[in-house]
T-cell receptor, first 116, second 111 residues
């Protein structure tokens, strides 16, 4: 257990529905990342935060995806009008950014989304 | 665009042998490179980090090399065990602390 918690672990939904995933990082970690991973591929960067500020969002991410970290603690990733192509594992990771540190990422166990 | 490539095919080796995994990158000059292990259905777990000014790093049975001229890192597991079977990911950090991962190599150690 890395200390990063993701919920729900599994979500099955019908195409067109909205889904929301939550990530609770390690409490003192100020950086939080979201990745998407499909079978046989490495994690694909989606977005990341420094405290509550969203620093970058992948250009591959459509407008149906939105992420927030309202108080600089937990984060949510929402997918609106889900499509079958959204089926994947959504991974959250965090670390404590302090100047020029090396930044080992601590990952949660992921939230697996299946869109029918 | 930045690209990270790892052996796309699974690597099968006999127990006790040394496994060598490759990570090649293009269009980037990372300050350091990380390796992670991922088991099926789980999140990646950090293993090792090597900086651009380091040629080699060791941790127990693991060894990582980093050749910034070739733009390549090699990850070695010596005296491999069936418990080492997993997918191994390399990752580069950009200047803004965004981490880009390779596709991963699936290793299977046969008893």
């Amino acid at each position: 257990d890395t200390g990063v918690s993701q919920n729900p672990r599994h979500k099955i939904t019908k195409r067109g529905q909205n889904v929301t995933f939550r990530c609770d990082p390690i409490s003192e970690h100020n950086r939080l990342y979201w990745y998407r991973q499909t079978l046989g591929q490495g994690p694909e960067f989606l977005t990341y935060f420094q405290n509550e500020a969203q620093l970058e969002k992948s250009r591959l991410l459509s407008d149906r995806f939105s992420a927030e970290r309202p108080k600089g603690s937990f984060s949510t990733l929402e997918i609106q009008r889900t499509e079958q192509g959204d089926s994947a594992m959504y991974l959250c990771a965090s670390f404590l950014f302090q100047g020029a540190n090396t930044g080992e990422l601590f990952f949660g166990e992921g939230s697996r989304l299946t869109v029918l | 665009s930045q690209k990270i490539e790892q052996n796309s095919e699974a690597l099968n080796i006999q127990e006790g042998k040394t496994a060598t995994l490759t990570c090649n990158y293009t269009n980037y000059s990372p300050a350091y490179l990380q390796w992670y292990r991922q088991d099926p259905g789980r999140g990646p777990v950090f293993l090792l980090l090597i900086r651009e000014n380091e040629k080699e790093k060791r941790k127990e049975r693991l060894k990582v090399t980093f050749d910034t001229t070739l733009k390549q890192s090699l990850f070695h597991i010596t005296a491999s065990q069936p418990a080492d079977s997993a997918t191994y990911l390399c990752a580069l950090r950009t200047g803004t602390y965004k981490y880009i991962f390779g596709t991963g190599t699936r290793l299977k150690v046969l008893a």
